[in-house]
């Protein structure tokens, strides 16, 4: 169906509720990469709230050192790369699409305000900011060491490390912003930190500002206690990362590619306790379900002519299955079928229902015999959600010492008053309110109506038992009507995450565990990675050798190269120094593996190759593209970053499980990690 609604297409993604929230979120571009541009763009085409970017580049026409490329030139950068490199020039027209030229009879215009000005093009309702921190360095790569007198420069660099960054984020939004397009709008709920190819040490600094800022009264939309959501992506050469960090990241509408139906028909056997009772209902779902049945096609069903019979829903027959099954087998005392044998026995009576089921002419007995597990089993109520159950119980009751204290948020209210329903004594099968929705099925449209107002009646009175336990905790106020109907259409699914820190990863800081992350779990999930390295044959080696954790450890290398020199390896482009930065990188590298405890495993000493090897191996592959940019390689990543900084705006899709995604542009692999 047409529409004119520009938002139409993503708002059957995530709804109503994820465009609200993406139309109050700010993004904050540290860099002006074209990972993060890239980012940018993909958020502001659907809608972002407001986005600042803020960079210490200028872009010239005076300069003639790209003029053999037909583009004007950048500034020192603080992530650009040497045109001394055999790669072209990062963060400028000739690599970035979206840094463009200063307009005619303009000398100069900052890398920031070129980037702005471009992506607010793409989309009038969103909001364009920039903040242009002149450098005062002059190599292409600049430390805070290197920042002018006493390390008080203004580069991005400074920016971030002398407090310039903690402020402005304590203040958000905005008052006195340095040469900003508008103000930031005061209804804004979420402040998303991109840190777009800044080394390692910078990203650090950034990841510290941040919790400086949020740990303050004063730290504006996100208020205290909370904490910026950070996205750490880099691009280098051929290969790139995206690294999340949050902290009790909330996922309330998960939406599972595939998940067990909700329908509750595995109570009312002889062996339950609950009386055929669901959530306390005193008439019970599936009292109103067989009640319905009967009404609708009475207790014999040979009477049915062949079109009702072909139409009876899948629910109404399973229901019929588990009477019939009772009388059939009474030695069993009305016990719920447990073993194979039990299980075959009850399928048997769905299959003897049907008027000849071998014809398979009856598709809604064949989708009973597939759904008839329904009849005598539960959905799992997740270990994950018991977690956060209990942690908001505690939290609500200041027990345990959990951080926070007063649980006055909307999702720590829910969760409060969700563990009250499922432990309430007349729950005894501890089951969540009722989703409410049906999956599709062979029936009459009268058969499936009947059946669907069942479950949204039950359903409406499960939210209204939500809503009363919110009402007896004085949390009504501060949960809306739409999302506690969101919240517990999606309870199974609720997840909080919390990522390890960019710090204990860098540092690789085994004493510290933070976020509940085991480093030997870690490393054993790691070395699970590669084991399996090389078991095809020979043939494989080269897929082996661009496995994408090998390239990571080899960019890490580069960082470390970075920190120790103040400048990424491969700035000399002759052969003899790009060997022996390669093997000052590889040095790095296997620090790196040994402490993740991939250094001593065979396929590690097979495949991660040694810097003086017949082909240098991946770290010199890394020191010949001297943190080049390729702009195809920063569009895969973008497009990779903006969907996890969608999952992390509007709480929906599920975070994944590693927090650390590897792309390799070699052979177009990549995986994901827990570093």
Known sequence: MASNDKYDRQLRLWGANGQRALGGTHILLLGVSTPGVELVKNLVLPGVGSFTVIDDGTISTSSPALQDLGACTTSSSTTSSSTTSSTTSSSSPSVNFFLTCPPPGQESISTAESAMRNLAELNPD?????????????????????EGEG??????????????????????????????????STTLSTTLIVCNDLPASMSLAVELAAATAAATAAAGL???????????????????????????HRTVEAKPDSERRDVRLGGGWGDDN????????????????????????????????????????WVFIILKAKEVYKETFPERNNAKPKTPSEKKDYVSVIKSLATDFNSGMELNFIEAVDNAFYAYTDRDFPFEVEGIIERYTARAKGEGGVEGGDGSDAFASCCVALGKFVNSPENPRRLPPLNGSIPDMTASTQGFIRVQEIYQTQAKKDLERMR????????????????????????????????????????????????GADMGDIKDDLMMSIMSLGETGD????????????????????????????????RDGRSLAMAADASEVYSFATRVAAKYGLEGMEQFGKYFGSADGEDGGQ??????????????????????????AVKIITGQYELGEGSTYVFNGINGTAGNYNF
């Open 274 to 313: 609950d009386n055929d009772n669901d959530n306390g209902d005193e008439e019970g779902l599936e009292a109103k379900l067989k009640e319905s049945c009967k009404d609708a096609y009475g207790e014999d069903w040979s009477v049915l002519d062949g079109q009702e019979h072909g139409h009876v829903p």
């Open 468 to 515: 009363s336990l919110l009402d007896d905790s004085g949390s009504n106020s501060i949960v809306t009507d739409d999302y506690l109907k969101t919240f517990c259409q999606n309870a199974y699914n609720l997840r909080e995450v919390s990522s390890r820190s960019f710090k204990a990863e860098m540092e690789m800081d085994t004493a510290t565990i933070d976020a």
């Open 151 to 184: 390390g008080k420069g203004t580069s991005l660099g400074g920016f971030i490390a002398n407090g310039g960054l903690a402020s402005y984020l304590a203040t958000l939004p905005p008052t006195n912003v340095n040469v900003t397009s508008t103000t930031l």
């Open 126 to 146: 969103v909001r364009g900011n920039f903040v242009h921190t002149p450098s005062h360095c002059t190599p292409s790569h600049c430390t805070p060491s290197h």
């Open 539 to 570: 043939e494989a080696t080269e897929d082996c050798r661009n496995c994408p954790i090998f390239f990571y450890l080899a960019v890490r290398g580069c960082e470390m190269f970075f920190d120790a020199h103040g400048y990424y390896p491969g």
């Open 619 to 644: 770290c010199l592959e890394v020191t010949r593209w001297f943190a080049g940019e390729l702009h195809n390689i920063g569009s895969v990543l973008g497009g990779v970053a903006s969907q996890e």
């Open 222 to 248: 996100m208020g205290k206690g909370k904490s910026f959501p950070i996205l750490v992506v880099r691009s280098y050469g051929l290969v790139g990362t995206v690294r999340t960090i949050v902290k009790g």
